[in-house]
């Protein structure tokens, strides 16, 4: 019999709604196939329309992953990050706004040459290795000898 069913074409378009009452009829039925028809089409109905309410219980839109204000930042910062932007420059950008803006681009060129003066300076840190393993003032107790030995030559 599911043969038979799977091979008819069935068009429910325009068929009449299907009335409780008359699969309550069914049901009364001595029929054992079709009360097990009737109940397994009034199960299927019930589940419908328990599914069609709940289905238009829901007012809000589902939301994606990529939707979020979170994963557009990752996505922003991932662009400028590729378009050749430091990290500082980044957050600048995303706190003042566009990178085509010339204001924000006159003040990531400034922050690039402050950055590069300060890169060029040599700082404490940046001292040669004898300052780094001698202290001031053993140099200045070390013999002209030890010195030679110590010190880089050119």
């Known amino acids: 019999m ?13 068929a009449d709604p299907i009335n409780m009452d008359e699969l309550d009829i069914f049901l009364q039925e001595d029929d054992e196939e079709k009360v097990t028809l009737a109940k397994q089409l009034k199960t299927a109905l019930a589940q419908k329309e328990h599914w069609r ?50 204001y924000v681009q006159a003040a990531i060129k400034a922050m690039r040459d402050k950055k590069r003066i300060e890169d060029a300076t040599p700082g404490p840190s940046n001292g040669s290795a004898v300052y780094k393993k001698y202290s001031e003032e053993d140099l200045k107790n070390m013999s002209t000898e030890d010195l030679a030995k110590i010190l880089p030559k050119e």
């Open 2 to 14: 599911e043969n038979e069913l799977q091979d008819q074409d069935l068009n429910l378009e325009g």
């Open 53 to 102: 309410t709940k289905a238009t219980a829901i007012k809000e839109p589902i939301k994606t992953n990529a939707s979020t204000p979170e994963a557009e930042d990752r996505l922003r910062k991932l662009e400028l990050r590729t378009e050749g932007y430091s990290a500082d420059e980044v957050e600048f950008i995303l706190k003042t706004g566009s990178a085509e803006d010339p």
